[in-house]
């Protein structure tokens, strides 16, 4: 059964920090991989989707990186506002699976 | 384009009563995803269908829920009867083919609380 980890559970920084969001998963047998945002009470809102053969996207001040032999993804925020305020979730595409959510990162930016 | 829209946005029923949660995907997407949150997890995959066929129904708790997409479009989740357990946020995602293969979009989600 795939696992996805993700570290740290939360964190709170001070606005205009850089700051990285960390993903792990047990299985590199993976299609691609997808980073999302939820706000509370709301539904899941789509960063960045990487596919296996790709290194990294980016999207502004957001860069999500893939290591498929390590089993990891980390997303980068470039400084950070208090609008970037949410819960942070990865969920890698498993060949012959299905996405499998990771438990999400909760995110504070003080401003 | 209109994004995956659900109904209700929220519902509160007592044990053992039935509810039923409505989801249009978005316009020519022949994936459909519903995943079930419980407060502080991330979501978990429920059931998935390709048009109006199930693809994965493997952690779908088959004894009290059941879901259906008639004509590939709209689906519809129902439990019956419901548990306390079942408490929790049930999503709809919807994805296409194509360039963007894969790519989920999510609706705005039905919170269920059952007393």
């Known amino acids: 059964k795939q696992e996805v980890t993700q570290i740290p559970a939360a964190l709170s920084v001070p606005e205009g920090e850089n700051l990285v969001l960390n993903c792990s998963f047990t299985d590199s047998a993976i299609y691609n991989l997808q980073w999302f945002r939820q706000d509370p009470g709301k539904g899941l809102t789509s960063l960045l989707l990487?596919?296996?053969?790709?290194r990294e996207q980016t999207s502004g001040r957001l860069n999500a990186s893939l290591d498929k032999s390590s089993g990891r993804s980390t997303l980068y925020i470039a400084a950070s506002q208090p609008g970037d305020s949410a819960t942070y979730l990865c969920a890698p595409f498993f060949y012959g699976q299905n996405f499998v959510f990771g438990p999400g990162t909760r995110l504070s930016v003080l401003p | 384009e209109a994004g995956v829209a659900q109904s209700p946005r929220y519902k509160i029923i007592e044990k053992r009563q039935s509810v039923a949660f409505w989801c249009n995907p978005i316009?020519?997407?022949?994936?459909l995803y519903w995943y079930q949150q419980i407060l502080g997890q991330g979501p978990k995959l429920l059931i998935q269908?390709?048009?109006?066929?199930?693809?994965?129904d493997s952690q779908l708790p088959k004894d009290r829920f059941s879901a259906e997409r008639l004509k590939g479009v709209d689906s519809t989740l129902k439990i019956q009867p419901a548990k306390l357990e079942d408490s929790a946020v049930y999503l709809c995602?919807?994805?296409?083919?194509?360039?963007?293969?894969?790519?989920?979009?999510f609706g705005p989600g039905t919170r269920l609380t059952v007393t």
């Open positions: 316009s020519g997407h022949a994936t």
């Open positions: 990487i596919q296996s053969s790709q």
């Open positions: 995602a919807s994805s296409s083919t194509g360039i963007k293969y894969y790519e989920q979009y």
């Open positions: 269908f390709q048009n109006n066929g199930v693809v994965d």
